[in-house]
Nanobody, 124 residues
Framework: QVQLVESGGGLVQAGGSLRLSCAASGRTFSSSAMGWFRQAPGKEREFVAAISWSGGSTYYPDSVKGRFTISRDNAKNTVYLQMNSLKPEDTAVYYC?????????????????WGQGTQVTVSS
């Protein structure tokens, strides 16, 4: 079992930055690919970023590439999402997810465990 708890969401003006954190419990964190997803009201949950179990590989969709950075600290069982140059269209609930036993995963159904989500609101 893996439990994930996100933090760091909030209200920010367009152009601003936020850093999300996701603390994981369980012994499988270091052998899991980790990802961030987001879901806006009335929309499907979409992929935002992924990082390999070692931290050596990352992947982003074009919508956030160059603005968002995912990182992890396996000693602290924590994954981060640094979000810069935020836009109103980035407003959503952001979810952390773990894909146990996979080196990398970029699609929703590859993830086994999910956090409860943290709200990010970007005002114009």
């Amino acid at each position: 079992q893996v439990q994930l708890v996100e933090s760091g969401g909030g209200l920010v003006q367009a152009g601003g930055s936020l850093r999300l954190s996701c603390a994981a419990s369980g012994r499988t964190f270091s052998s899991s690919a980790m990802g961030w997803f987001r879901q806006a009201p009335g929309k499907e949950r979409e992929f935002v970023a992924a990082i390999s179990w070692s931290g050596g590989s990352t992947y982003y969709p074009d919508s956030v590439k160059g603005r968002f950075t995912i990182s992890r600290d396996n000693a602290k069982n924590t994954v981060y999402l640094q979000m810069n140059s935020l836009k109103p269209e980035d407003t959503a609930v952001y979810y952390c997810a773990a894909s146990v036993g996979r080196s990398m995963a970029t699609y929703r159904y590859a993830y086994d465990y999910w956090g409860q989500g943290t709200q990010v609101t970007v005002s114009s």
